[in-house]
């Protein structure tokens, strides 16, 4: 630090020192405040000081494990490792025995194969490489030297099942390495001491551990791109590409650029806009998400740590901690959906000590203008979503079982024991742990006389191993809980690959007909061999492929965030630049209806001549909307059978019937709360549950071995994959109905799609708000992208253009001013921008929106 004229911040010394007298922790400091050098610097420092001031000669073969929660970060993860060991090397030669490396799913044969020989001292790896180091018949003996773990971006691991892998592996450490250290590093969580639990378990009972908060001076700026004028009547996507000519100009403003968008369909068009519109940028703009190649994604990275390319279009591929200093601005398209979301985002600029990050909003439709003001009053009020813990997911333990079974075995009333020391797992009752024992020990009652599933059993001397070398084999080539659809290669002819699409896209491809890949214009001459071979193509209308990871909801922090700025305009108060530019909307909102506070509920009714219309808007997200509505629906029709229609988003939704309703009498019992098992019992009836729940079920099924994703090479098509799951599902339900991974399916239904803790709350808040019943003459802004929604799912995309159109125009002309409408070309434009940028809903979801019969 001397070297480079640098002075340790107050945070870095804090850890150093609590290091050294062995202490772990975790340390919460904002993107680029020098995370790193405070943890690995504390561990030399610690290090030297436990030898007596010179470092260990020789060391031992593995002292320092650094769990990175991306491939793509352990290389440069490392590079920031050997940077520091470099010139300590010159200073203190005994250094010179300190090795470093890393292993993940990108290391190469050969340098596995060393690995295998002797590991480095500091080894930079991933959870599910981790967990295949515990798999081997060494593992003890491998690992026991460890004296420090890192995980390096706590908070992105933290809420979903890799974090638990994580946890588990860190008990399994603990029981091999006494006094053991472990960090944490992390930024934007809203729930430092329940993240901190979670990372150091049962240690935090018996041993002090160090919550430490980087507090580094450091400006953030979080404004808007907004339009010359707010269109008053929005609909989902609206603003399209029209915002093009702002962010080319923003981007020529500055150096180095990242457009983050929400979805890789997205990041696909705006890519090729970009291009269209600058040919002459090509070769200095990229783009990047996480199905193109390795290689295409590594070029991309180096250029921008190089400060070669002038903007990278990009998805949360780049959300993490990736160093790219000539980052000096981020655009985010749309809804960040989330305010951790958007600081994470916002870090990716200014990453160093001192330098201001910036984040600009672009808004994809008028009302998430309000979205920019509201994450300013959020940040600044320190409100940030927290990341809880998943608890007690079996498919993970029973993963685990099998695990730990090679890699020599388990007495089980000792991981018992082990396993109750993580936070996850702290209250798994006894009777879970013996139906865990009995699925690996035979699969249960309905699959013991198949020997595939007898993966763990114990032997002679009550040791329980995996019996059969097949099994091992299979179980080490699926290890992890990242679960996605299958997906296809994209090869040119005879040459290099792009990537890969998901399947269900590819399978509806014609050969001859054209997709947008890469920034690509491709045409697929034929699906072989699970590879979709592809060539260029010019001038035709392309498709642009859906990936199903970005189902994204708006956060409950976000939206009441917004609830309190509708508030404020409410008041007369437009003191933000995006409520200004916002006002001849909300203007019109208000006059028409009202504005939500978060004191009232607002319920807007409509008769038109597709029947009666009920709009709600409780601001909890498009997932609890989607639930909302399914269960109001099915309350009113049990009472008096009607067939509604439904759409929703992530501020309200909307029924449609084609019987006179008295909504005014109906709705309030609709709305009570009840008891919480009443509520899921009917949440679930309400819904086309049985078909999610066994979506569900697939990735819980693949998580827990009983299917896989075959051998490396081994092409299964999801079509493979789905029949074996199915086929589990149907025979569970049948003959073993007590299987807890069903059970877990409707649980997990439940709390990640649904969202069911926060649709409670979204009821119990819906009942202490005064209700503001406003009987509508037309649309008002708040409603019309809901019924725009509505008429997607029942109309062509043209069809609909010429609708939304001609109301836009009756609702212009009904508004007064002098604000032209658009045509239909230009709405049709914008409805296959958002068609794209959006994924699709669910089936059920579908289904619930075009029709519920009852």
Wanted: some cysteine.
């Amino acid at each position: 630090m001397a070297a480079r004229g640098w002075q340790p911040f107050a945070f870095q010394r804090e850890v150093w020192a609590a290091m050294a007298a062995g202490e772990s922790g975790l340390l919460h400091a904002t993107t680029g405040a020098g995370k790193t050098y405070a943890v690995w610097l504390g561990a030399l420092i610690a290090f030297l000081q436990s030898s007596g001031g010179r470092a260990a000669s020789p060391p031992a073969p593995l002292t320092v494990l650094w769990i990175t929660p991306m491939r793509a970060l352990a290389a440069d993860t490392l590079r920031a490792l050997q940077g520091p060991l470099a010139e300590l090397h010159a200073a203190e030669p005994t250094f010179d025995a300190w090795s470093t490396g890393a292993r993940s799913g990108d290391t190469a044969a050969s340098e596995r194969s060393a690995q295998d020989k002797r590991l480095p001292t500091a080894l930079v790896t991933t959870p599910e490489s981790l967990s295949l180091m515990l798999s081997r018949a060494d593992a003890q003996a491998a690992l026991r030297s460890v004296r420090l773990v890192v995980v390096d971006e706590w908070h992105e691991l933290l809420g979903n099942k890799r974090g638990v892998q994580v946890q588990l592996a860190l008990a399994r450490l603990r029981r091999w390495c006494p006094g053991l250290c472990v960090w944490g590093m992390s930024a934007t969580l809203g729930n430092l001491a329940q993240a901190q639990h979670a990372l150091l378990g049962a240690e935090l009972g018996h041993r002090p551990g160090r919550l430490v908060q980087g507090e580094v001076p450091k400006t953030l700026v979080v404004d808007s791109l907004l339009p010359p004028r707010a269109e008053r009547f929005p609909w989902a996507g609206h603003l399209g590409l029209t915002m093009l000519p702002q962010v080319i100009a923003e981007i020529e403003s500055s150096s180095t650029t990242l457009v983050f968008t929400n979805t890789r369909s997205q990041s696909e068009i705006w890519y090729q806009a970009l291009l269209e519109a600058r040919p002459e940028w090509a070769g200095t703009i990229a783009l990047h998400h996480g199905s193109l190649d390795r290689e295409v994604r590594e070029w991309v990275e180096l250029g921008l740590k190089n400060g070669e390319l002038r903007a990278v279009v990009c998805t949360s591929s780049l959300d993490l901690g990736v160093d790219f200093l000539p980052v000096e601005r981020v655009l985010q398209i749309g809804s960040p959906k989330g305010v951790a979301r958007l600081l994470q985002r916002a870090g990716r600029s200014g990453h160093a000590p001192g330098r201001p990050s910036r984040i600009t909003l672009v808004p994809t439709h008028s009302i998430e203008m309000v979205e920019g003001a509201a994450a300013r009053a959020a940040i600044a009020a320190g409100q940030i979503e927290a990341r809880p813990s998943p608890q007690q997911p079996l498919d993970v333990l029973v993963q685990h079982l099998v695990t730990v079974a090679l890699g020599g075995g388990f007495e089980p009333e000792a991981l018992y024991d082990e396993v109750r020391s993580t936070a996850a797992y702290a209250g798994l009752s006894r009777e879970s742990w013996d139906w865990c024992l009995a699925f690996v020990r035979q699969g249960g009652p309905s699959l013991a006389a198949y020997p595939d599933y007898q993966r763990a059993v114990p032997g002679d001397d009550g040791i329980w191993r995996v019996p059969d070398a097949r099994l091992a084999r299979r179980h080490r080539v699926n290890i992890g809980t990242i679960v996605s659809d299958a997906s296809m290669p994209v090869q040119y002819l005879g040459g290099a690959r792009l990537g890969s699409v998901e399947e269900s896209f590819a399978a509806r491809l014609k050969p001859g007909e054209c997709f947008l890949f890469g920034g690509r214009l491709l045409e697929l001459v034929r699906i072989q061999d699970m590879t979709a071979w592809v060539r260029r193509a010019t001038g035709r209308r392309a498709a642009v492929p859906r990936w199903s990871g970005g189902r994204m909801s708006l956060s409950s922090t976000l939206s009441d965030a917004v609830v309190q700025q509708l508030a404020l305009a409410d008041a007369g108060r437009y003191d933000s630049p995006e409520l200004q530019c916002l006002r001849p909307l909300l203007d019109i909102q208000r006059q028409w209806s009202a504005l939500p506070t978060p004191q009232t509920l607002l319920v807007e009714t409509l008769k038109t001549r597709e029947g009666w219309h009920l709009f709600l808007y409780p601001f909890a997200g498009r997932h609890v909307h989607l639930g909302l509505a399914s269960l109001v629906a099915w309350r009113l029709a049990r009472e008096t059978p009607r067939t509604f229609s439904m759409s929703f988003n992530d501020y309200g939704f909307e029924l449609l019937s084609a019987t006179e309703v008295d909504w005014p009498a109906v709705l309030p019992q609709a709305l009570v709360v009840g008891d919480e098992a009443t509520l899921l019992t009917e949440v679930l009836d309400s819904l086309n549950a049985s078909e999610l729940a066994q979506r569900r079920f697939r990735e819980i099924a693949r998580v827990a071995g009983l299917i896989y994703q075959g051998y490396p090479g081994e092409k299964r098509s999801n079509k493979q994959l789905q029949a074996s799951s199915s086929l589990f599902w149907e025979v569970f339900r049948k003959y073993d109905p007590a299987n807890q991974l069903l059970k877990q399916a409707e649980q997990e239904l439940l709390a990640h799609e649904l969202e069911i803790g926060r649709l409670r709350a979204s009821l119990q808040r819906m009942a202490t708000q005064q209700r503001v019943w406003k009987p509508l003459a037309r649309p008002t802004p708040f409603s019309f992208p809901l019924m725009v929604e509505l008429f997607r799912e029942q109309l062509s995309n043209e069809k609909v253009a010429d609708r939304i159109a001609r109301m836009v125009a009756q609702l212009e002309a009904a508004a007064g001013g002098d604000t032209p409408a658009a045509n239909a070309e230009q709405v049709l434009g914008t409805l296959a921008f958002s068609g794209a940028g959006q994924p699709a809903p669910p089936p059920a979801a579908r289904a619930d929106r075009r029709r519920r019969r009852r």
